[in-house]
């Protein structure tokens, strides 16, 4: 996807090297790229390690949990965080969302 959109990577600042469960081997991770990102009136930006792979999703993790102080409720699968000081909650994508 980082090639595919011309996205302008830069130096990983601590390169490491990735197992995958097939037969590619180690993969050395020494790129990131910064995304813009919605989901619905929300947007941000996040900090990826680029690496090889075959999807097209983001996906949001402790770092970026942390990073925005949000909390999960794990029965209902959202996310709420407070930014620019309005409350924020993230919703699951419905099925017929879901492509």
Known sequence: MVDKLNLPTV????????????????????????????????????????????????????PWELDRKAKKNRFTNRYSFVMNNKPVTLVPLTPEQNI
């Not at 790129?31 to 983001?58: N, R, T, W």
Request: glycine share 8%; with cysteine; charged share 25%.
């Open 11 to 62: 130096r990983h600042p601590r390169p490491y090297k990735l197992q995958w469960s097939n037969e590619c081997g180690k993969i050395k991770v020494d790129k990131q790229v910064l995304v813009s990102f919605s989901i619905g009136k929300y947007c941000d930006e996040i900090l990826c390690d680029v690496v090889p792979m075959h999807a097209g999703h983001i996906l949001l993790g402790r």
